[in-house]
């Protein structure tokens, strides 16, 4: 299958009082078309900011080191700033927890759409009135030509997402990135916006980047899984794989902080200890602190463990994985 994005080697800074902090340090994945990549760890781990770094978009005090982001086969680091903001919206768009930071609250859903549509489909008006109207249906919107008409602050916070998702996939992207689309939604309109997500996967011919804290998430939606710790990408594999045999002890950590709901009782066992900010400095592997692996292994605290192909397809980097009986 073809890559839709690769990301290589990427490092990224944030300057916080004139000093410079690493913020992802040598993070790699791919995506092909048609593929759902989950992106998962605890909050702070630099979930959104990979995101930013694709898009482009990341603060003015935040930057990236080294690396290559691939899109199409062209890499975007090395593009002019302008040709970068032509493939903002027409070959990846992107949704947010928030809709309505993408939504304008000053114009209606039909204007927006259909001046994205021109915009990126190089259409004329009534073609693409048609098109926005075709694509409310697809979202699941019922009584598409009332809602053109309205404003985004008419609509439900599912609904503004669902016309969000119309926008982006209108453009008919390559790549799609949702960052915790559904978190701010209550439960079963997260359901159905997801069974969207999964369904229009089919149609889309697209590589889709989930970002998710939420693992329950990842089961319904990821074909591969990435798992950051601290800016690190510590775990590498299908979802089958990470969830039937994940080898990273965070992961391991991450699966039992899961309520599951297949027993009657359940029991939440949260990873003990905090989560570093991206100014502490811990040597060794930047989990050790909180590893309860690493206690007896002095290698934990002295070097940073690199990554290895523990079975086909599924990468850890933990020098203790590989000892491990599961
Ligand atoms: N503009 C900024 N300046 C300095 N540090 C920042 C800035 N933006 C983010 N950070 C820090 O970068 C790290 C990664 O942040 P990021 O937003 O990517 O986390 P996340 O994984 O998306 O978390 P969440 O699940 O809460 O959304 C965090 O430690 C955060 O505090
Ligand atoms: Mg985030």
Redesign the pocket.
């Given at each position: 299958m073809e890559k839709v994005l690769e990301v290589k080697n990427l490092y990224a800074t944030?300057?916080?009082q004139k000093k410079d902090?690493e913020?992802?340090h040598d993070i790699s994945f791919s995506i092909k078309r048609n593929e759902t990549v989950c992106?998962v760890?605890?909050?702070?781990?630099?979930?959104?900011?990979?995101?930013?770094c694709i898009m482009q978009l990341?603060?003015?005090?935040?930057k990236i080191q080294s690396g290559s982001i691939i899109l199409d086969g062209q890499d975007l680091l090395k593009l002019p700033k302008k040709e970068v903001r032509q493939y903002r919206g027409k070959k990846m768009g992107m949704i947010f927890?928030e809709p309505m930071t993408a939504l304008n609250p000053l114009l209606t859903i039909g204007s927006q759409l259909k001046e994205n549509i021109m915009l990126h489909r190089g259409l004329k008006k009534k073609e693409a009135t048609d098109l926005a109207l075709e694509y409310l249906k697809k979202v699941g919107i019922a009584n598409p030509k009332e809602r053109l008409r309205q404003y985004p602050f008419e609509l439900s916070g599912g609904l503004r997402q669902r016309v969000l998702i119309a926008m982006v996939l209108s453009a008919q992207p390559d790549l799609l990135i949702a960052?915790?689309p559904t978190t701010a939604l209550d439960v079963t309109i997260q359901k159905q916006v997801l069974t969207l997500l999964n369904d229009l996967k089919k149609d889309m011919n697209a590589g889709i980047l989930f970002?998710t804290?939420d693992l329950g998430v990842v089961a319904e939606i990821a074909d591969r899984v990435v798992v950051?710790y601290?800016?690190r990408k510590v775990e590498e594999g299908t979802t089958e794989q990470i969830f039937k045999n994940p080898l990273h002890p965070y992961t391991i950590g991450l699966m039992k902080a899961v309520p599951n709901v297949d027993l009657d009782e359940f029991e939440i066992k949260p990873i003990p200890g905090t989560?570093?900010?991206?100014t502490e400095e811990i040597p060794g592997c930047r989990f050790n602190p909180r590893c309860p692996l690493s206690r007896e292994c002095p290698l934990c605290t002295k070097e940073a463990p690199e990554m290895i192909e523990a079975e086909k397809g599924h990468f850890v980097a933990c020098h203790l994985a590989k000892e491990e009986k599961r």
């Open positions: 944030f300057t916080i902090y913020v992802l992106v760890g605890e909050s702070g781990c630099g979930k959104s900011v990979t995101t930013l990341l603060p003015k005090n935040g927890q960052d915790e970002i804290h950051l601290a800016g989560f570093p900010n991206i």
